[in-house]
């Protein structure tokens, strides 16, 4: 089974402190991805990889920063948090193929992010 | 600007009867179409898929249609039961996964 592994389930900061949310998978997934999900807005893809040091950025890269220096190991980073990044963030890894293969991503369980 | 759509944010089915979730969609780039399942503190897991080159895929009790013209997909559960009962996110994407979209979440509450 892919395995993806969120470091923290559960943060609280504060406004202006940095956050970094890691996470890894362990079936050599090309592709990773960060996703924050809101009540009503689903979820919204913050930035993606397709290789080791590789970014994209997605629908709402503003406020963060992806840091991937391994293939199995993909960073989300917060370089002053605030108020309106409270939220759930998803991790998330694909193979690199294309089609069914490449189309189903795998999530790691989240982690709840509350700035004050 | 939201290409993928659901559009009804809760559903409530009696156990045993049919649950129908919908997702319009905007972009006609798109290829692929899946269904997530969410349940609570948990992040969403893989439920079923199509291509763009068929108009229904099934697996046990899950089938979804999907209806190219119309720009339109469905999620059948038959019959549903308590367990079903999460958030379901309709997601699509081009031939490459790097521009999947999700859909705002549908809530399914299946009562015993």
């Known amino acids: 089974d892919v395995k993806v592994t969120q470091s923290s389930r559960y943060l609280v900061k504060r406004t202006g402190e940095k956050v970094f949310l890691e996470c890894v998978q362990d079936?050599?997934?090309?592709?990773m991805f960060w996703y924050r999900q809101d009540p009503g807005l689903g979820l919204r893809l913050i930035y993606f990889?397709?290789?080791?040091?590789?970014?994209e950025k997605g629908d709402i890269p503003e406020g963060y920063s992806v840091s991937r220096e391994k293939k199995e190991r993909f960073s989300l980073i917060l370089e002053s948090a605030s108020t309106n990044q409270t939220s759930m963030y998803l991790c998330?890894?694909?193979?690199?193929?294309?089609?069914?293969?490449?189309?189903?991503?795998?999530f790691g369980e989240g982690s709840w992010l509350t700035v004050v | 600007d939201q290409q993928v759509k659901q559009n009804s944010p809760s559903l409530s089915v009696q156990e045993g009867r049919i649950s129908i979730l919908n997702c319009d969609y905007t972009?006609?780039?798109?290829?692929?179409f899946l269904w997530y399942k969410k349940y609570p503190a948990e992040g969403p897991t893989f439920l079923i898929s199509?291509?763009?080159?068929?108009d229904k895929n099934e697996d046990g009790r899950f089938t979804v249609f999907l209806n190219k013209s119309a720009k339109h997909l469905s999620l059948h559960i038959v019959p549903s039961q308590p367990g079903d009962s999460a958030v379901y996110f309709c997601?699509?994407?081009?031939?490459?996964?790097?521009?999947?979209?999700f859909g705002a979440g549908t809530r399914l509450t299946v009562k015993p």
């Open positions: 997601a699509a994407s081009g031939y490459n996964n790097n521009d999947m979209r």
């Open positions: 199509i291509s763009s080159i068929k």
């Open positions: 990889s397709y290789d080791v040091k590789m970014k």
């Open positions: 972009n006609s780039m798109f290829d692929y």
């Open positions: 998330a890894s694909s193979a690199a193929g294309t089609g069914a293969f490449g189309n189903t991503i795998y």
């Open positions: 079936m050599d997934h090309e592709n």
